[in-house]
Every structure is written in C-alpha cells, then in structure tokens.
C-alpha cells in the first residue's frame, strides 16, 4: 500500500520560507522520478516541479530562482525547500511520483499572508 506523507506547511510571511518533507512508504522512491503539486483553492492542481531518478530538476516558470526540489532516497523522502514566498504560493502542497500515478496523500497547507 503506497502512503505519502506531506509536511511542513505553515502560515508564513511575505518573502519567508519553509521547507516541505514528503515520506513516502511501499514505493521506492529511488527508481521513481517524484514531484511536488499545489492546489490553491477555487484552482485546479498544477505541477510545480520534478526531479528524475537522476536528480535532474524541473520547474515551472512562477517558483524559479525561489524553490529547490531534492530527494534523499535513504530516507525515502522528497523535499521543497521554498525561499522568499509569496501570497500567489498561497496553496494545499501534495507530492506524487511525476505523473501522479501514486494515491494521493493529504497535502500540507501553506499560507503566505501578512
């Protein structure tokens, strides 16, 4: 049974930053390429960045420069280190492997307001 654990969220300041775990159990992660999506509400869910079985990274145009994804295949995790956030990243965060194949796990709130 796959589960994918989402952490980390918070309510934050303008320009703060947070750092989101996604513990992932019955998957392997490190023969999957992972990624991390948000959904901010009213929204539909929209990918915010990979990362392949060999580390490399993708991300979308709004989070560049801002977010890092990286894996720890020992732990079995996938992290999102998000740096200077803003109100637009306002949104429920969820992990699954690149395509979503996987269950999706609970998600993690992450509020950026003043």
């Known amino acids: 049974q796959v589960q994918l654990v989402e952490s980390g969220g918070g309510l934050v300041q303008p320009g703060g930053s947070l750092r989101l775990s996604c513990a992932a159990s019955?998957?392997?992660?490190?023969?999957?390429?992972m990624a991390w999506y948000r959904q901010a509400p009213g929204k539909q869910r929209e990918l915010v960045a990979s990362?392949?079985?060999?580390?490399?990274?993708m991300y979308v145009d709004s989070v560049k420069g801002r977010f890092t994804i990286s894996r720890d295949n020992a732990k079995n995790t996938v992290y999102l280190q998000m740096n200077d956030l803003k109100p637009d990243d306002t949104a429920v965060y969820y992990c699954n492997a690149r395509y979503g194949q996987y269950s999706w796990g609970q998600g993690t709130q992450v509020t950026v307001s003043s």
């Open positions: 019955g998957i392997r992660i490190s023969i999957n390429d």
């Open positions: 990362i392949t079985t060999t580390s490399i990274t």
